[in-house]
């Protein structure tokens, strides 16, 4: 009855301890970013057994794509899980350490006035000197910060990725189309050179130069037909599909008018940027380092209770006969090491610094990389409006007087196919800056983390019928 009334008490002094000294887990639960995580998964389909990917057919457009690549694709999928791997970080590191439960045997009973004493249980738990814990936690939730800034980064450069190779795909969707048009136009000035040359108002040479011609634009059909494998594979691979699988030719592509100044986007670009924002973080976490190491010169605190298990003494009638002691005890490291405690200190001054220089200088080299995309999409806008409204007009109206000029024998062939050639360069030329007009806001648009359609004048689509004649 003794040893069963012991081992009660035993058991019971544990869990008290052990309920009463041990940090809840519930730490992270009250941080901003857990919400914007739940968000995040819940948009992601996480929690879904199956996810609801859109099907990509004729009529898909460019935000199909992205909705696509946002639910599929694997390199945002592990950005995403390496944020909330460190939001769970958090917990762990603001929670006290694991209690420390002792136990000792007598191989030879200590022999006591009130009994000998066989064995003996102990319980204690270490608390890490005021405010460490604090500031642990601190730091680690400013590096899930910097996770999350590298999931934006993970998720701007996925979107810029199948922006820019839709927009790759529907240039070569175009080019084709206008090949084959000037393919037909040239079968018909072929024929028309052949009937001219039986009746003796064409020389050979137009039929051989009319031939030639149709060689090397069959050559370039040739070549852009081969060039829609790989652009597919690149856009696949971003979608998270097999290479090979098959895609439509894209049917339009959006044409958007953002109104903005060299000030705005600068300004976003400073404040928005995700590799800014997470250098900014992590100055935050060694500020924090900072002051943790500082703490390192006071000790931790280690309390507990130990109980001894006492048999009966072994004269009868003794007072407090088998009394079990209870005893209360109290430790604390000594921080005597302080040249280890500076050399912490000083590195975590030192990283803090580094990771300050390493923001300026990631600044400027972004400054230069809007500076230089603002350029091509300007450049690329001057050539839309150079192409549209005076080169191609004149070019068509340049081929429509050739065409004139050589039935009524005013004008040679070879004019005629320079007038048609031409046309053609041009009109290509307008199709490559319309994709790289649309390739440099997705860039600009990356680099400042703002969608800019909804910050224009208006915003259209362009069809694949529209062409550039």
């Avoid at 301890?17 to 914007?36: F, I, K, Y």
């Avoid at 280690?302 to 003794?318: N, Q, R, S």
């Amino acid at each position: 009855m003794k040893r069963a009334k012991s081992t009660i008490i035993v058991l019971a002094l544990i869990f008290l301890v052990l309920t009463s000294w041990t940090t809840p887990r519930t730490a992270a639960s009250g941080l901003p970013h857990d919400d914007l995580a739940d968000q995040e998964t819940a948009i992601r389909g996480e929690n879904s057994p199956t996810r609801s990917l859109p099907d990509l057919d004729q009529t898909s457009t460019l935000t199909d794509y992205l909705k696509y690549a946002a639910l599929n694709n694997p390199g945002l999928e592990a950005a995403f899980n390496r944020w909330q791997a460190a939001l769970e970080r958090v917990t762990q590191v603001t929670s006290l350490p694991d209690p420390r439960f002792d136990y000792a045997y007598y191989i030879e009973e200590v022999e006591t006035r009130v009994g000998p004493q066989r064995q003996k249980f102990g319980i204690s738990q270490t608390f890490p000197w005021f405010g460490k814990l604090k500031l642990k936690g601190n730091a680690a939730f400013e590096a899930a910060n910097a996770e999350q800034e590298q999931y934006e980064k993970a998720k701007l450069h996925l979107f810029y990725r199948v922006k820019s190779a839709y927009y790759e795909y529907y240039y070569l969707g175009q080019a084709v189309a206008i090949t084959k048009e000037h393919i037909n136009l040239l079968i018909k000035l072929e024929s028309v050179a052949r009937t001219r040359f039986k009746t003796g108002h064409a020389s050979h040479a137009a039929v051989i130069q009319a031939q030639v011609e149709l060689g090397k634009l069959d050559d370039r059909l040739r070549t852009l037909e081969l060039l829609r494998e790989p652009i597919v594979a690149k856009l696949n691979a971003a979608l998270n599909r097999p290479a090979e699988a098959p895609l439509p030719w894209p049917q339009t592509m959006p044409y958007e008018d953002p109104a903005f100044t060299d000030k705005e986007v600068f300004d976003w670009l400073a404040e928005r940027n995700p590799d800014l924002k997470r250098l900014d973080f992590l100055t935050k976490q060694e500020q924090f380092a900072i002051k943790l190491a500082r703490k390192n010169y006071y000790p931790s605190i280690t309390i507990g209770v130990d109980y001894i298990d006492t048999d009966e003494a072994l004269m009868p009638d003794t007072p407090e006969s088998g009394k079990d002691p209870l005893i209360a005890k109290a430790s604390v490291n000594l921080p005597i090491w302080y040249g280890k405690y500076r050399a912490a200190e000083k590195e975590a001054r030192l990283r803090h610094a580094a990771m300050q220089e390493q923001r300026v200088d990631t600044e400027n080299q972004l400054e230069a990389d809007l500076q230089l995309a603002l350029y091509h999409f300007r450049d690329a806008e001057r050539k839309i409006d150079l192409y549209r409204d005076t080169l191609i007009p004149k070019a068509n109206e340049s081929l429509k007087v050739a065409q004139l000029g050589f039935q009524a024998g005013k004008v040679s062939f070879i004019s005629l196919i320079d007038a048609e050639r031409l046309l053609l360069e041009f009109q290509l030329a307008y199709e490559r800056a319309l994709a790289d007009r649309a390739k440099r806001l997705a860039e600009i648009e990356t680099l400042v983390n703002k969608d800019l359609s909804g910050n224009g004048r208006r915003g259209t689509e362009i069809n694949s019928s529209d062409g550039g004649s």
